[in-house]
């Protein structure tokens, strides 16, 4: 399998959990339809889906998987269209970060994601600026997308919104959006994850899922930006510290209107 082709044993279907940042309030108006699309795994979508991904304006993908995730899906479909892909890894180690979980219960309540996302944002911060360019000069549309589209999606996703200067609520309000998906991502990304899981010698119970909340919580991401401005007054400073500069947020918010 070449990184381009995705395993032939996959299922490969439209995108569970994908939408456009277009229409969140930001100074000067509102994020334009066609900036930015946050997503679950593009490397599964079907070929219909990822044409018509293209056909829209897709110029772009930042795919913020593990290296062990990339290896079981390569680029899927959308390796054969002209789009410029970048791999951003947030986490060294899929295997890693399921070992200092602890146990499949604590990984399926997304409840409990705070700490791992103020981690993923201090952490990851030069990873972040990386993407945050890739948006800022890509021709077209850029799309990010991890597994399942919510935990490193969704920093990347705060990430950029609190760039673009949006209010923590329309942030939030971003995040709780996926939870109408949750079902249908773990049909998705199942299929990519339990193998590697199985590899690792890690047993990830997914009927666990009936033992832990149903109800998708905004306090991971509550959480997440309520410390940032508690530990840093302006929560962009982790970001600024790994290369963030005022000229990339400018170019970030002009374009992000149109200008």
């Known amino acids: ?24 309030a930001i100074p000067g108006g509102a994020v ?28 772009a993908i930042i795919d913020l998987r593990s290296a062990d995730e990339v290896a079981v899906t390569g680029r899927g479909p959308l390796g054969r269209q002209q789009v410029s892909y970048h791999h951003v890894p947030f986490l060294a180690s899929i295997g ?21 996302y103020i981690r993923m944002f201090e952490s990851a911060a030069p990873q972040i600026v990386t993407a945050l360019s890739i948006i ?12 399942a589209g919510q935990d490193r999606t969704g920093v990347l996703a705060a990430s950029l919104l609190l760039t673009l200067g949006a209010h923590d609520d329309e942030i939030v309000a971003d995040y709780v959006a996926t ?21 690792l010698g890690l047993d990830l119970d997914w009927a666990a899922r009936a033992a832990v909340r149903q109800e998708f919580s905004p306090r991971p991401m509550r959480g997440l930006l309520d410390h940032l401005t508690a530990t840093y007054g302006d929560p962009l400073r982790p970001l ?17 209107l149109g200008a």
Do not use: K, W
């Not at 032939?8 to 229409?23: H, I, M, Q, V």
């Not at 800022?136 to 597994?147: E, N, S």
């Open 1 to 24: 399998m070449t990184l381009i082709d995705a395993a032939p044993e996959l299922t490969l279907s439209p995108p569970a959990n994908l939408r456009d940042l277009g229409g969140i």
């Open 240 to 256: 600024r510290a790994a290369g963030l500069t005022d000229d990339l947020v400018q170019r970030l918010r002009g374009r992000a």
């Open 96 to 116: 890693a970060a399921a070992r200092t979980a602890g146990d499949s219960a604590a990984m399926l309540d997304q409840s409990t994601f705070e700490p791992m």
């Open 179 to 199: 939870g109408d998906n949750s079902d249908a991502i773990v049909g998705r990304t199942r299929q990519v994850i339990a193998p590697i899981m199985d590899r």
């Open 32 to 59: 334009r339809a066609g900036f930015a699309l946050r997503a679950d795994d593009l490397s599964l979508a079907d070929p219909a889906s990822a044409q018509r991904l293209v056909d829209d304006g897709l110029t």
């Open 136 to 147: 800022a000069y890509a021709p077209g549309a850029t799309a990010f997308h991890c597994a």
